[in-house]
């Protein structure tokens, strides 16, 4: 199973600011995705922390093309139970 990390801090496969994830990705010696749907089509898990409410719909709509049928997706943000 091959687990993709969307959302930084000492982790990461694909970050929305870019300089970030370089810097990681180079530390950390881990790949550096372009981009959430690229996670998914690369990934069999795919972890998602983020900050926010907003960041949340916007990375799981990003993620839509790429997803197959036995994608997982986990959210770990601190975001509300509302949306």
Do not use: K, Q
Not at 74 to 80: F, I, L, Y
């Amino acid at each position: 199973m091959r687990a993709g990390i969307i959302g930084l801090g000492i982790m990461g496969a694909w970050n929305r600011t870019r300089e970030r994830a370089e810097a990681v990705a180079h530390e950390h010696r881990i790949p550096l995705l372009d981009g959430p749907a690229e996670v998914a089509r690369r990934c069999d898990l795919i972890l998602i922390s983020v900050a926010a409410d907003e960041d949340v719909l916007e990375v799981t709509e990003a993620l839509l093309p790429g997803l197959h049928p036995d994608s997982i997706v986990m959210d770990t943000s601190t975001a509300g139970a509302d949306e």
